[in-house]
């Protein structure tokens, strides 16, 4: 069964993007897929130093992080958007899971791997432009980015109780989870 680990790049509560991600997941999980959501507020990590790393090694956390990215096919991840990019913890936590330990394979955790991209914000363009760079980033690191992509914007007024109610929303972001799933099945 194919496996996809769904995250958000936010660790705050009520987080817009921790909600997209989990309509998104529901879609993967609807097309058959094993679906893990985790929050990033469990895996916190010091900020990557390579004399740190050295000294001390990879941290339990982000070892732990690494470990759910190698464990699955697949991603969906939701970013917020800051200043036109994304935010320094998604970025840190993708950078320590980048680490290359003994008897693994350079960027083993991503390589190959197929993500399902996404952003949501309340302002008029719902974090379009952190799609690029996040897009560019996991290419970079071999990861396979589905074409398909969403920004949802003004998305407080799309949820109630913190959940998205949109009828829209919610069809584009299982679109979305079930194309990830399909590809990441065809791939695997």
Known sequence: MTKILAFAG???????NQAIVNVA??????????????????????????D???????????QAFKALLMSHDGFL??????????????????????RMEEGEKPLQAYRGKVAGIMAASAGGLGGMRVLVV????LENLGTIVLPNQKAIAKVNTLM???????????????TLGKETAELTAKLG
């Open 10 to 16: 936010s660790t705050r509560k009520g987080s817009f």
């Open 25 to 50: 997941a529901e879609g993967a999980r609807e097309a058959g897929a094993e679906v893990t959501v985790i929050d990033l507020a469990d895996y916190q990590m010091p900020l990557f130093n390579e």
């Open 52 to 62: 740190e790393e050295a000294k001390f090694g990879i941290p339990e956390k982000a």
């Open 77 to 98: 991840i939701a970013s917020p958007e800051y200043n036109s990019s994304y935010p320094a913890l998604l970025k840190n936590a993708i950078d320590w899971a980048s």
């Open 134 to 137: 996040l897009r560019m980033l």
């Open 160 to 174: 109630e109780d913190g959940e998205i109610t949109d009828v829209k929303a919610i069809k584009q972001l299982k």
